[in-house]
């Protein structure tokens, strides 16, 4: 049958960003649970400040040359390559001139222009999952880190729903702290809507303009399980946790390590596809 499979969506992963607990957690963890003997694919934004050539990174010409439709509009997805060492982990980069080629000198949570990031969060994810889908690789598993990944719970769970590839994944969603400017673009919703979701899905988030709060309850409601992996978590993102009635694994301070955390949620995975 073979190892067992497990997606990460992380929004930043170390050494392609520089250090901070997110990207370390996005190599680390994924790392572990490779380690774990599971077979692990991750992926990422390219965002405009990583090098491609320092990090060897390389067009994958067979995954790339789709459109992602968003509002709309054609947007070319481009799909690019790199090998973690010493792991020899593969990580796929989502790459587009529209949402991710900003200012060298920004990250995506310090993009000049906050109005894209309801799009960045489209595209990025319908990339990952059509990319996933042209692999053919079916995985058991999938781990969400990061706003930028809050939609593939909803994605999975409503236009992905009874595609092969992902009708029987576990999917987790990964609470963090990293916030986003002010609140996503007016238009959120009915640009969802476009992308075959329908409004009955969107409930949750009412009538009021969706902020960092609401997106991670719209990504928890959709989601088989989460995970708390920082002590910052705003309050009421926990509180919403605790009463979905799913597992959820809360940050144990005992295990602020990355080392040791990374080896607890591996074991919290097991309890999930085992």
Same mark, same amino acid.
């Given at each position: 049958?073979?190892?067992?499979?497990?997606?990460?969506?992380?929004? %930043?992963?170390?050494?392609?960003?520089?250090?901070?607990?997110?990207?370390? @957690?996005? /190599?680390?963890?994924?790392?572990?649970?490779? *380690?774990?003997?599971?077979?692990?694919?991750?992926?990422?934004?390219?965002?405009?400040?990583?090098?491609? !050539? /320092?990090?060897?990174?390389?067009?994958?010409? /067979?995954?790339?040359?789709?459109?992602?439709?968003?509002?709309?509009?054609?947007?070319?997805?481009?799909?690019?390559?790199?090998?973690?060492?010493?792991?020899? =982990?593969?990580?796929? +980069?989502?790459?587009?001139?529209?949402?991710?080629h900003f200012s060298p000198d920004k990250r995506l949570e310090t993009v000049s222009s906050p109005e894209d990031?309801?799009?960045?969060? =489209?595209?990025?994810?319908?990339? &990952?999952? %059509?990319?996933?889908?042209?692999? !053919? #690789?079916?995985?058991?598993?999938?781990?969400?880190?990061? #706003?930028?990944?809050?939609?593939?719970?909803?994605?999975?769970?409503?236009?992905?729903?009874?595609?092969?590839?992902?009708?029987?994944?576990?999917?987790?969603?990964?609470? /963090?702290?990293?916030?986003? %400017? *002010?609140?996503? *673009?007016? !238009?959120?919703?009915?640009? @969802?809507?476009?992308?075959?979701?329908?409004?009955?899905?969107?409930?949750?988030?009412?009538?009021?303009?969706?902020?960092? &709060?609401?997106?991670?309850?719209?990504? =928890?409601?959709?989601?088989?399980?989460?995970?708390?992996?920082?002590?910052? &978590?705003?309050?009421?993102?926990?509180?919403?946790? !605790?009463?979905?009635?799913?597992?959820?694994?809360?940050?144990?301070?005992?295990?602020?390590?990355?080392?040791? =955390?990374?080896?607890?949620?591996? *074991?919290? +995975?097991?309890? @999930?596809?085992?």
């Amino acid at each position: 049958m073979g190892k067992t499979k497990i997606l990460f969506i992380s929004q %930043e992963i170390a050494p392609y960003l520089p250090d901070s607990p997110m990207a370390i @957690l996005g /190599r680390d963890l994924a790392q572990t649970t490779q *380690d774990s003997g599971y077979e692990v694919r991750t992926f990422m934004p390219k965002y405009g400040s990583i090098n491609e !050539r /320092r990090n060897q990174l390389h067009e994958v010409i /067979r995954l790339s040359g789709m459109n992602v439709i968003i509002d709309d509009a054609d947007h070319p997805l481009i799909i690019k390559v790199a090998t973690l060492q010493p792991s020899r =982990m593969q990580v796929y +980069f989502i790459d587009n001139d529209d949402y991710f080629h900003f200012s060298p000198d920004k990250r995506l949570e310090t993009v000049s222009s906050p109005e894209d990031n309801d799009e960045r969060q =489209m595209f990025f994810v319908r990339g &990952v999952i %059509e990319t996933v889908k042209k692999l !053919r #690789w079916d995985p058991a598993l999938i781990f969400c880190t990061g #706003w930028i990944s809050a939609l593939a719970p909803l994605y999975l769970k409503r236009i992905y729903q009874d595609d092969p590839s992902f009708a029987n994944a576990k999917i987790i969603y990964d609470l /963090r702290p990293e916030n986003f %400017e *002010d609140t996503l *673009d007016p !238009r959120f919703a009915e640009k @969802l809507k476009l992308n075959q979701i329908a409004a009955e899905d969107l409930t949750l988030l009412g009538d009021a303009p969706v902020d960092f &709060v609401a997106l991670n309850k719209l990504a =928890m409601e959709y989601s088989d399980a989460i995970v708390q992996t920082s002590p910052d &978590v705003k309050p009421e993102l926990v509180e919403f946790a !605790r009463n979905s009635g799913k597992p959820f694994h809360e940050y144990d301070p005992s295990k602020e390590d990355i080392a040791s =955390m990374s080896a607890d949620i591996v *074991d919290f +995975f097991k309890t @999930l596809i085992d």
